[in-house]
Structure formats: structure tokens, C-alpha cells
């Protein structure tokens, strides 16, 4: 993971390493204090949430969050003093996620992850990176445009998602008549509309996109539907653990007032990536835009 050290995070890592240490590092059981005890840090990846967290040809973690997260271990290393620290990885799933933050198994997760208010009860979140809705990923030639084509069809969403709950909730209140399913992660989800055993993949439409881009053949496959609702993401951290939330948000704060959080984003969202050098064509939404300069850590209801 490559250093990056702009002025204002050495300022921010002033505060957690030097003359602040007692402030930041003596937070019992607090990130810093434990990356400085152990020596490790353990970064959690997604192994299909294409572009923010996902395994590449050489089956190794890559992505837009992941490598944010690279970003953020190297301050890590400076405000613990420990440049010998070891980098753990675990790959983590909708459902197991939250459960190996809290119990200190993953330190970070730097993934696809929606931060609402009933999360915030159990976890912290960073500054939002990203925003996004729900839509459908369809075969090209189902006839299916709108979530009202789903009377009498079977649509699959990811176990221990928000998308899920919120097709749930969709299907109950409005009585849309689909029979909701769910598969172990998103990569299942995506081959259970290719293989035809569900009509559609109900996801955050970035994941969407990215699932077709990277499939065998991109141009049977559809994303449809307008937005059900809009969700940020943000880099998941342990609650109440305030001295790690603001080295996290300092780097994420510099990198967004120098330009590189854009440099980025044009790098992962709108170019060539990998594994199949398929570019997403995804402009920065509004909503980001927005938050770029509000930096808020606010949540979905």
C-alpha cells in the first residue's frame, strides 16, 4: 500500500502520535492502542463489490475503497510509530461483517457498506464516500423495466443487506406480488439471474453496473428500475472509538481538499478497471458532490 502523507493528515497524526498521545492512544480498547499493542492491523474486503472492494485476476483485494483504505493504514503506521506493522486481510460478507468489526477480528472495512441509523446503533462510520439506490439487474430481453414488472416473478438480494429489507418492505406495502429470495453474497446473487433461477438482482445500482461489467457477456444483461431510495456508503470503523474515527476522517478530509479523492474516482468509476479493463461510465452523483464539501458522516434513516 502506497504512502501518502499530505500536510494536514502529518498535522492530524501530530495530534494522535505526539504531544496527543494521551488523548488518542489511551482509549481503553481503542484501534490505535490495539494496532500499537499487536503490531497488526486487519483490513476487511469484499470479495465481489466491484469497484469499491473486490478480488482481482490474481485473486488479491483491489478497488476504489480498498484503496482508500491503503491510505489510511499508512497514517495508521505513523500514529501508532509502528512502521513495521503487519497488514492482515479477511475477506467479509453482508452478513458476518458487522459481528467481526464489533468483536475485533477486522479492524476497517473499506467496502460497500450502507451507513443507516439502525447500523449506527452498533458501529461508527467516516465521512460518506459514496451514494447510491436500489435498482434491478435483469436479462436484457426479460421485459422487465420497473419495479412494477415484478408481479409474479422471483427477485433475489443478498443476505444482511439493506436492499433486501427495503424490496421486503416494498413487496409488503405497496403488494407488488414477487417472491423475494436470498443468496450468500453478491456474485451469487448476479448468477442466479444469469442462470435464470431469479428474474431479477435487487442492489445498489453501482454494484449492479459493476456485476455487468464484469460478467461473461455484459450485453445480455440490464440494469432497470428507477432508484428506490438513496444510501450513502462509508468506511465502517468500531463504535465509540473517536481518536481512529478522526484519523480515518483526516485522511479521507485531505484527500477530498486536494483532489485526489476525485483523481480517484474518475480512476475507478469512469476508466478502465480490472479484471476485464470495462470502464463503469459513472459519473459522480449530486449527492457525493454535495457531500464533498459538506463532509458529513450522516446516515440513511
Not at 256 to 282: D, R, V
Amino acid at each position: 500500500m502506497k504512502a501518502f502523507v499530505p500536510r494536514a493528515v502529518v498535522a492530524l497524526t501530530l495530534v494522535v502520535s505526539g504531544a496527543g498521545s494521551g488523548i488518542a492512544l489511551a482509549q481503553p480498547g481503542g484501534t490505535l492502542e490495539k494496532v500499537k499493542s499487536s503490531g497488526v492491523i486487519t483490513v476487511a474486503y469484499r470479495d465481489s463489490s466491484i469497484p469499491f472492494s473486490y478480488l482481482d485476476a490474481e485473486a488479491k483485494p483491489t478497488g476504489f475503497g480498498w484503496e482508500i483504505c491503503g491510505k489510511i493504514v499508512d497514517q495508521v503506521k505513523k500514529a501508532t510509530g509502528r512502521a513495521d506493522l503487519k497488514v492482515q486481510t479477511q475477506s467479509v460478507s453482508s452478513q458476518n461483517r458487522i459481528p467481526l468489526l464489533a468483536n475485533g477480528t477486522i479492524d476497517i472495512e473499506c467496502g460497500s457498506t450502507t451507513n443507516n441509523s439502525e447500523r449506527a446503533k452498533q458501529v461508527d462510520f467516516a465521512i460518506n464516500y459514496f451514494y447510491t439506490g436500489t435498482r434491478l439487474l435483469v436479462k436484457a430481453d426479460s421485459g422487465i423495466k420497473s419495479f412494477a414488472d415484478l408481479k409474479g416473478k422471483k427477485v433475489v438480494s443478498t443476505t444482511g443487506t439493506t436492499n433486501f429489507q427495503v424490496l421486503r418492505r416494498l413487496n409488503q406495502e405497496k403488494s407488488v406480488g414477487f417472491e423475494l429470495i436470498s443468496a450468500k453474497d453478491h456474485a451469487e446473487s448476479a448468477l442466479l439471474v444469469q442462470a435464470g433461477r431469479a428474474d431479477a438482482f435487487g442492489m445498489d445500482d453501482i454494484l449492479l453496473y459493476g456485476l455487468k461489467a464484469s460478467s461473461a457477456n455484459p450485453a445480455e444483461l440490464a440494469v432497470v428500475g428507477e432508484a428506490l431510495q438513496v444510501e450513502p456508503y462509508a468506511i465502517m470503523l468500531r463504535k465509540e472509538d473517536p481518536a481512529f474515527k478522526q484519523l480515518v476522517d483526516g485522511v479521507l478530509t485531505q484527500l477530498i481538499k486536494s483532489g485526489e479523492f476525485e483523481a480517484l474516482y474518475k480512476k475507478w468509476f469512469q476508466s478502465p478497471i480490472p479484471p476485464k479493463g470495462i470502464n463503469l461510465n459513472a459519473p459522480m452523483s449530486r449527492e457525493l458532490q454535495d457531500n464533498l464539501k459538506a463532509l458529513s458522516d450522516k446516515p440513511a434513516l
